[in-house]
């Protein structure tokens, strides 16, 4: 029988009842007193030299408080990068300054050059018509192809516009070139990895406040991890201690990695606040958050497969240009590089792999981490290129899959490339795949599509990928300007209920729930005594907050630890109230209990006591029950799953409609079974999405065509099919003490090969072996025509 | 500035507004109404969808000053006299048909559309009708669970 | 947006006065304007709500005709008796359920849209436009992208389907509309009205051509003579269609000659 709570608990989400009635707080839902508004007023062109921007006119106009420009910033820093690569050649990586607003030059569509700040928005934007800009238009650098050749720079000082040439591992790099060079078979893809813009459904938005008579700043910010915000701003850029700087990330309406950087809007508020002395809200509406948001993937990739007469990997060698655009955005370094490399080994054992790495800047939006940041582009690579190499050698793709799988007895598995899988079965979840697919009935599907005049194609697709990133000393080694680790308190109030405060935020992922769950089952507690506090600098300890996976398995296990000292010292408190030894006193279901008695105290009791010492071991133990913990994780986990999509092609028209899509997923142990499965769903739909509609498209000019939903599609119910989720196969993770390994990104990771499989599978009757993404009509219609010529 | 007078959410309320005034910042700015969010400027998203005369609309694309006289209905507006969820509201919350939130108004108020007009919608009928509400969170999955065990609650 | 002033006249004679002021324009469901104005492309000085003083309705006139009054809404046509039931299929497929509650035909085909469906099933069936001054066959209507015959001032009071044949008056006996949509913003990527009409067939084409709104003559001249899938010709010439992020121009006439096909199988 399902539990009704605690762990492994479908319990329903108390966040949805503040949600549900129109009672959410988000960012744009607060207002300060007495506040003004700012617009940014933003480049129009990819690139130019700014030779004057005139603001006296708007200065003037109705309802303005200030107009500010780069120059009124001297002394401000640069957005910093909060992550270094260090590349081949062992030189680090080229950082030019971002500034909050353009120096110099502009460099992409969208980047700040002034801002208004009126006393309404209409009137800001009214003014910001009237700055007069002198600018000369510079030819932009779009291609990334052609901007590591030379001609015009993003940067004056980054020659051929490069960031960084980066190898993954260098020592394997002959080897890996030996067996290419011998191989029986070798299976080459070139493919294009399609840039993305997150599209959180909450466009960005931040409030600067500042109390002169505290000296205190505050931010409210859409953000994903406040603390983070807080550190970067503070000590980078504005130079305000942290003790002076409060960062509030509110309710959050998704964020799926684009929230998690420090943007100049955030800096420009803050900083402003405190010049015109009142607060200041800027709302980002969508078209600006189209060209401000930092985007996603823009990976274009080569892979070679080198097998053996039995379809036995040998070797792996991947290269592939990764666009940064004009400025790197906090994490972008990292997701080409380390969030990437080492990953491709994926599910299997081949035991040589070698990828270069070479980093662009362009004249378009920055890009950074996008839902599954590195794990997805190297999943595609590996996925399609295995689809293509058993169509070429004429093996069933998933008998390849199984032939190359790492043996389930295998675990802990060394990669050759530096991670080490702790736990995993990839076999299991395979199997389960192929019973929720009926793979039995597909030929008689087909059949009946064939009919209907359609092609019915089905494509697997096998992923793995690294979560709760991750261990700080690891992490700082490959380039970290940062610790990875989580903290939490847990305070046990005077009455026996406890407040949780946690570094994680939560801007979908229902922690508010999960972790009362946690909480509750560790305690013995009803779920409703724990309240879960996050997402405020002011109450909540230092934490790194919510990406890559990491809540539970990161956030969570600090939330453990902490009970775990609240109970060891509840013991103590526990012994001396029943005059028992420490060691004797067990806890569980509430209760303290001295083995082989019938002695026993109740949590409330232990709870007051902690509170109202009286009768106390103070030479032992001090009064109050609170504990922190901040738990850094020994590895990354290692989620892992098989998904298999069948899809009918028109091939009149070129459209593809999924017609069942199923996924086996391994996630460890499950608190919340419905979350699980509702983050699956999720990240299964962005992944069709990249796979099927969404496009975000530059002209060689540098303008944004993909620049609302006007052009961008955006994945629609109707473009989705309902999904086959599981879980049941699990392989606990081993070293964190949930023995959980996370589930947000694996949606999004697994399901764009599975989808594009499919497609070229029921296209490969017409000599079509590859479509970029997104399949859509157009170019799978175009398609179609190139292969018939 | 011309003054509008409406009736949200079964109470009278008017304010002075201008021309340019949408529906959405007189709900969100004068009436404090912050439930109906504004998610695009293209009138695409949903985010901000409400009954204005008993048929959902997007507030972001009606003007205030065209509601003058109208009967408007939000999210506000959706539970039960004695605070409890309503029926779609909880239909929510019992499938998980809501991640983040951000959507979520517009999406349930879409829904009390649909199933005002066909009670006892399929899959299909219900996916084609919510081709005006986007949902980055959920995979769409759940929040058609979700209408459909409205629909099964309501009798449909 | 830019301010602007809004009237909403309780009569057509009011709403033709007002809309002489400078840089007045009329407002219908506002589902194209308002974002216009919002992204600050259009920068009126007055609106002029015609909600007040349009018909909204949708009756059968003379002999059976369908008139649909030029404030009415899509979803009233989508829900109406007294339309046929391709032009209620038509306003069913706009936009999407919010856009149908206010957007009016009205507002649609005076703005002409060169991806709206509405200028199709106008353009393909025949239909005539009246205004408050005079009645404009479709034929004469459409002048290319976003262009209309329409006067500055002139209001959209009603659009007369032909639906009934009596004598002298051609009458469309079956129609359908094929819409391939354009993924990100709904409106047609390609979409292609064909109509059996008692003195022939006429096939309207939306969303593919850069001149808006065309007449696909060739598919009219076969499909008069053998009115089957199989005599729609091979796709029309790929100039003048337009090219986006979303199709090539082939790619757009290919689908025309595909969506005609459909079109006159489903008419049966």
Redesign the interface.
Known sequence: MPKDQGIGASSKRREDVRFLTGRGQYTDDINRPNQTYAYFLRSQVAHGKINAIGTAAAAAAPGVVAVFTAKDLEGAGGVPCGWQVTDRNGEPMKEPKHPILAEGKVRHVGDPIAVVVAESLNQARDAAELIELDIDELPAVIDMRAAIAGGALVHDDVPNNLCFDWEFIGDNKAAVDEAIAGAHHVTTLELYNNRLVANAMEPRAAIGDYDSSRDEHTLYTTSQNPHVIRLLMGAFVLSIPEHKLRVVAPDVGGGFGSKIYHYAEEAFVTWAAKAVGRPIKWVADRSESFMSDAQGRDHLTKVELAMDAEGNFLALRCSTLANMGAYLSTFAPCVPTYLHGTLLAGNYKTPLIYTNVKAVFTNTVPVDAYRGAGRPEATFQIERTIDKAAREIGVDPIELRRRNFIATDAFPYQTPVAVQYDTGNYHATMDKAVAMADLGGYEARKAASAAKGKRRGLGVASYIEACGIAPSSLVGALGARAGLYEAATVRVNPTGNISVFTGSHSHGQGHETTFAQVVAEMLGCDEGAVDIVHGDTARIPFGMGTYGSRSLAVGGSAIVRSVEKIIAKGKKIAAHLMEASDTDVNFANGKFTVAGTDKAVDWGTVALTAYVPHNFPHDKLEPGLEETSFYDPANFTYPAGTYICEVEVDPDTGRVEIQSFVAADDFGNVVNPMIVEGQVHGGLAQGIGQALTENCVYNSDGQLLSASYMDYAMPRAGDVPSFAVDHSCVTPCTHNPLGVKGCGEAGAIGSPPALVNAVVDALAGLGVTHIDMPVSPGRVWAAIQAAKH | MPSVSMTVNGKSVSGEVEGRTLLVQFLREDLKLTGTHVGCDTSQCGACVVHVNGESVKACTVLAAACDGASVATIEGMANADGSLGVIQQAFQDNHGLQCGFCTPGMVMSAADLLKRNPSPSEAEIRHWLEGNICRCTGYHNIVKSIQAAAASMGG | ??????V?PGSLAEAVEALKADEAQA?GG??TL??T???RLASPS??V?L?GCLDRGVHAVRDGDCQVGGGATH?AVAASQHAPKWLRAVAAGI?????R??GTIGGSLANNDPAADYPAAVLGSGATVTTNARSIAADDFFRGMFETALAEGEIITSVTFPTASTVGHSAVVAANYQK?AQ????FA?AGVFVAKRTDGVRVAVTGASEGGVFRWSAAEAALSGNFSADAVPAAPSADGMIG?????PE?RA??IA?LTRRAVAACG
């Open positions: 947006m830019y301010n602007f002033d809004y909403k407002l506002g589902q308002l974002p104005i919002k992204q007055v609106l709500d909600g979803a936009g999407d359920p919010q856009v509650n206010r391939f993924p990100a913003s709904l990527l986006d992020l979303h199709g090539s790619y290919h689908l595909v």
